[in-house]
């Protein structure tokens, strides 16, 4: 069975501090990894694709990387407007859009 | 484009009654997907439908079930309700589906249950 574990649980920066969030995989053949941030009470929002080693997405001061057991979502110099639960999640094996979702990483910006 | 819409946002059932979520895709968008999420167990995958049809389902009991419709738009129903049914219901439209998986996903606002 899939699993997808994030860590750390909650991470708590302050405004300028760069850190990291990892998202460690076993699945039966890596179709994709996913990441999206959910702002309390709202539904997910996506953010990167990765679909293999090696790649490496960025959007802002958010920049996503993949290795073959492991995908890292490093912030640099965050800001408060940062703060949010982030999810990663991969799709399963012959699952079309069926995707396993890590419990996430609540992280908090503080100015 | 307006996105992922779910009503209603908010429901109050007692145990042993049923209820429908209704959620309206992106336009163009043919994958419907339903989730269940709670503090312990994370985001869950429900079931997914495309053009009308249930292309995978999760580990949910029989009570959970789905449909779909011509205009992709999707309800999805519990019947029987227990206390642990409480949890926010994401619906989560895809743009392509056909011959194509795992694509992203865009998420609704959610329904929130709550059962008492």
């Known amino acids: 069975e899939d699993q997808v574990t994030q860590s750390p649980e909650a991470l708590r920066l302050q405004e300028g501090e760069s850190s990291s969030l990892n998202c460690s995989y076993t699945v039966s053949g890596l179709r994709g990894l996913f990441w999206y941030r959910q702002d309390p009470g709202k539904g997910p929002e996506f953010l990167f694709t990765?679909?293999?080693a090696g790649e490496e997405k960025e959007k802002e001061r958010l920049k996503a990387t993949l290795t073959k057991k492991e995908s890292f979502l490093h912030i640099t110099a965050p800001k408060p407007e940062d703060s949010a639960t982030y999810l990663c999640a991969v799709p399963s094996f012959g699952g079309y859009q069926k995707v396993t979702f890590g419990t996430g990483t609540k992280l908090q910006v503080i100015p | 484009k307006a996105g992922v819409t779910q009503t209603p946002r908010y429901l109050i059932k007692t145990r042993g009654q049923q209820v429908t979520l209704s959620c309206s895709p992106i336009s163009g968008h043919r994958s419907v997907s339903w989730y269940q999420q709670t503090p312990g167990q994370g985001l869950q995958f429900l079931f997914e439908?495309?053009?009308?049809?249930?292309?995978n389902k999760g580990n949910f009991p029989g009570r959970f079930s789905g449909r779909q419709f011509s205009n992709s738009r999707s309800e999805m129903n519990v019947s029987t309700l227990e206390l642990g049914d409480s949890a926010l219901y994401l619906c989560?439209?895809?743009?392509?589906?056909?011959?194509?998986?795992?694509?992203?996903?865009?998420f609704g606002p959610g329904t929130r249950l709550t059962v008492l």
């Open positions: 990765l679909y293999s």
């Open positions: 439908y495309f053009s009308e049809t249930q292309r």
């Open positions: 989560a439209s895809s743009p392509r589906g056909s011959g194509s998986s795992y694509n992203e996903q865009f």
